[in-house]
């Protein structure tokens, strides 16, 4: 499976991106917001184990996000969660590579993924939630067309401190498409 736009394409994962998990799960400015699993070190060799099961999860599509022009893996993405009776699911990203941050790509690939969701695998509802100290985050989420439905209050410990999350979410006849 392959999706792609004139800025990333979208792709499996495998164990040989085993290296470039690796360098995103040792920088805690790049896993700060993300799932509490990165809270902890992990070694490459758990990263490998995950990467190598990770295409077998019937509730779960994980894609690399990888730049258009040179094909380096500089993320990941996808729906975990998924429910075919309630036919939904959650939206999920990870920009590892911090030289493509704040270039529109988490926009972009929330795009691609809720897209697939809906025309592909015929889901209802994506939901997602955001840090509320993620404004950068909200905002990509908002530019592809998720609304707030509220505040998940103080639903995340980071840093010492419990915070705020914001949930969003898009109805499939929500969805103008891409």
């Known amino acids: 499976m392959f999706l792609q736009s004139k800025m ?3 792709r499996p994962l495998d164990v040989d991106d ?16 993300s799932i509490s699993s990165y809270s902890y070190p992990k ?9 190598a099961g990770i295409n077998n999860d019937s509730k779960s ?6 730049c258009g022009e040179t094909g380096r893996l500089i993320g990941y993405a996808g729906i975990a969660s998924i429910s075919t009776l309630n036919r939904c699911g959650e939206f999920f990203i990870l920009i590892g590579d911090k030289e493509y941050w704040g270039k529109g790509i988490g926009t972009e690939v929330t795009k691609l993924v809720t897209d697939y969701g809906f025309k ?8 997602l939630t955001a840090y509320a100290t ?3 985050a909200i905002r990509a989420y908002e530019k592809a067309g998720y609304v ?5 209050r103080q639903s995340g410990y ?3 401190q419990f915070i705020d999350k914001v949930q969003m979410s898009v109805l499939s006849h929500e969805w103008d498409g891409i």
């Open 43 to 51: 070694s490459k060799t758990d990263i490998s184990k995950w990467l």
């Open 158 to 160: 980071r840093n010492g």
């Open 18 to 33: 085993t290296d470039e998990f690796y360098l995103w799960a040792c920088n805690r400015e790049v896993t700060q917001f």
């Open 148 to 152: 707030h439905e509220g505040v998940k």
């Open 61 to 66: 599509i994980s894609l690399g996000i990888t």
């Open 8 to 10: 990333i394409k979208l």
């Open 120 to 127: 592909d695998l015929g889901l209802h509802r994506i939901e």
């Open 134 to 136: 993620n404004p950068s």
